[in-house]
């Protein structure tokens, strides 16, 4: 304002100056006067020049710089600037942080999406569009109710009750792929809404399989426990033959055997699912091979009553890093299926060789009855039987394909199945290159 002041009285000074020595010298004061009058008009058009460069300078929102000097216009031309200037940056800071926020509600593992007060969509993340089937492009600001027409859904909405969640199919979900959502609602700024969806179709898998567990448990372990109570109270209250006697208590070993097992495998699940992963000993194929052929002949005695036709066939040499223990219960798991489920006059073919590509493949393959498509995916689930009167007669428990999945995972292997009905079956075990090692070339 200052400097605004000093400007005004320079240009009324300039005035009277010039018609003091130009016009009629200084005995005219009228004209002195006009003088000075015309000095505040040249002053106001300069300050109406600089004020009008601001305004267009504002109009514009151009941050370029403009001269205005240092009077008051430029002092004002550059506070606002600097208004600007820091009002730009903490958009800018703000723009950032919300762009920073909204990525990491992309990145988010759960559906998140924000209803306006009247349920329309006002934004969603990549999770949520895939979890309710959105498009970005076309269903903004559309009902939700609208667009997700599930039951359970609007049921949920309409109670306005949201304390908890709701369960409601997937997209996508079918009979054999089911998928589970868990919705819950979270109101916030007044009649605003926060949808938060979570996939927990493995959580409901997880459960049902836990059931399945524990009923599947709870009957085996009760089938012979009934049989042996029987026996007992037989014994207890009976007068028995001497040769009675001993079929019963054969009977009653066979089924105290049958829970040894189970709770035995059972053990071997738990063991391989909470340990630590195995260690990295070499353990020689042929010594594996070995103790599996004298276990099969063992087997065969005690199931068929004699020896049955039995190959094995190795790379000599071969060498497989893992566990000795859970490598030995793997592979004779398989060759033990084999045995029980095939004919015994029909030969089963045992092998493990290295690869051209490099690894190696253990394999069983027998002539059975063979295995129907449908029943392959869920062969290495516990409890699993394909004919389940036919596997308690030849003492199996369900769980062998079931350790035999966990230990091939466990050492980076991988299950496979070949079978079809009326053309036996062939399990094998793939192990990896880094796994197998062969034997040096001796040098000539």
């Not at 709701?166 to 919705?183: E, H, I, N, Q």
């Not at 009760?222 to 109270?233: C, H, I, K, N, Q």
Request: proline letters at 5%; glycine letters at 8%; one cysteine or more.
């Amino acid at each position: 304002m200052f400097w605004r002041l000093v400007s005004f009285s320079l240009f009324q000074a300039l005035a009277v100056a010039m018609v003091w020595f130009f016009v009629n010298g200084p005995g005219r004061l009228d004209v002195l006067a006009l003088a000075a009058l015309a000095g505040c008009y040249a002053w106001l058009v300069f300050d109406s020049v600089r004020a009008w460069r601001l305004l267009r300078w504002l109009r514009a929102g151009d941050t370029s710089h403009i001269p205005l000097g240092s009077g008051f216009w430029g002092e004002s031309l550059d506070r606002i600037r600097k208004l600007v200037r820091n009002r730009d940056r903490a958009i800018s800071e703000s723009d950032a942080r919300l762009q920073e926020f909204l990525a990491a509600l992309q990145a988010s593992p759960n559906g998140v999406l924000l209803l306006d007060g009247d349920g329309r969509i006002e934004w969603f993340n990549q999770t949520a569009g895939r979890h309710f089937g959105l498009d970005a492009s076309r269903d903004m600001l559309q009902h939700l109710g609208n667009l997700v027409r599930e039951p359970a859904l609007a049921a949920y909405f309409a109670a306005r009750d949201y304390r908890g969640d709701v369960v409601m199919p997937g997209r996508g979900s079918t009979s054999s792929l089911p998928v589970k959502l868990s919705v819950h609602l979270h109101p916030y700024d007044g009649n605003r809404s926060l949808l938060l969806s979570r996939d927990i179709t493995a959580v409901e898998q997880a459960e049902a399989m836990r059931r399945d567990f524990v009923a599947n448990v709870s009957h085996e372990i009760r089938t012979p426990l009934t049989v042996l109570g029987g026996f007992v109270e037989t014994l207890q209250s009976l007068v028995l033959s001497e040769e009675e006697r001993s079929r019963y208590l054969d009977l009653m070993s066979q089924q105290a055997q049958r829970m040894q097992t189970l709770v035995q495998d059972l053990l071997t699940l738990s063991r391989l699912e909470g340990s630590p992963p195995p260690s990295q000993d070499w353990v020689s194929v042929q010594s594996l091979m070995g103790q599996c052929e004298q276990d099969a002949h063992d087997l065969s005695s005690v199931l068929w009553g004699g020896a049955r036709a039995l190959r094995f066939e190795m790379d000599a040499g071969l060498e497989i890093a893992g566990a000795a223990t859970e490598l030995h219960s793997a592979m004779f798991n398989l060759i033990g299926n084999a045995i029980r489920y095939s004919p015994r006059d029909k030969p089963i073919e045992v092998r493990c060789s290295a690869l051209p590509e490099g690894g190696a493949v253990f394999s069983v393959r027998d002539q059975g009855a063979g295995i129907a498509p449908e029943h392959i995916p869920r062969l290495t689930e516990r409890f699993y039987r394909v004919d389940r009167s036919r596997s308690r007669e030849t003492g199996g428990t369900g769980l062998g394909l079931a350790i035999v999945k966990h230990v091939a995972q466990r050492h980076g292997a991988e299950l496979g199945i070949e079978s079809a009905p009326g053309k036996g079956s062939c399990f094998s075990i793939r192990f990896a290159p880094q796994r197998v090692r062969l034997p040096k070339p001796e040098l000539k």
